[in-house]
């Protein structure tokens, strides 16, 4: 199977996101650093989703692309989705009191970074790693 899922529900969900990440990411073939690098974004993303829409769920796919491997991360909840995504993505900004460092921070970690998000629908972020 190539494709798992966690549902964010409680903080130990969170937990169980990141080493479904850290599992899947050795399977694809990622050495120690990345599998730092895809659990760290696994868990911005998760918190994300606990501290702000309150449930959600952590996708975790294995992926090629041209005989390149890699690792899929999609985050959705159905919450209050985000006002402004400029203001997200701007390293410092946060709402909970936090560093700012989450949303930037998993664009850095990872090679592809999208966000769909709608206010009173929710929101979802894709992010994937590719094996170099």
Not at 59 to 70: A, F, K, L, M, P
Not at 100 to 116: Q, S, T, Y
Request: proline letters at 3%.
């Amino acid at each position: 199977m190539n494709r798992s899922s966690v549902e964010i529900i409680t903080e130990w969900d969170i937990v169980a996101a990141r080493q479904l990440g850290r599992n899947e990411a050795k399977k694809v073939g990622f050495g120690t650093v990345d599998q730092a690098r895809i659990t760290t974004a696994i868990s911005e993303l998760a918190r994300n989703i606990y501290l702000y829409a309150g449930k959600g769920k952590i996708e975790i796919e294995r992926v090629t692309d041209g005989g390149v491997s890699g690792i899929k991360v999609v985050a959705s909840d159905d919450g209050p989705g985000i006002p402004d995504l400029r203001k997200v993505m701007e390293d410092g900004f946060s709402t909970s009191g936090g560093l700012g460092a989450g949303m930037p921070g998993v664009k850095r970690l990872m090679d592809e970074f999208k966000v769909i998000s709608e206010p009173k629908i929710g929101t979802t972020i894709t992010a994937t790693k590719w094996l170099h």
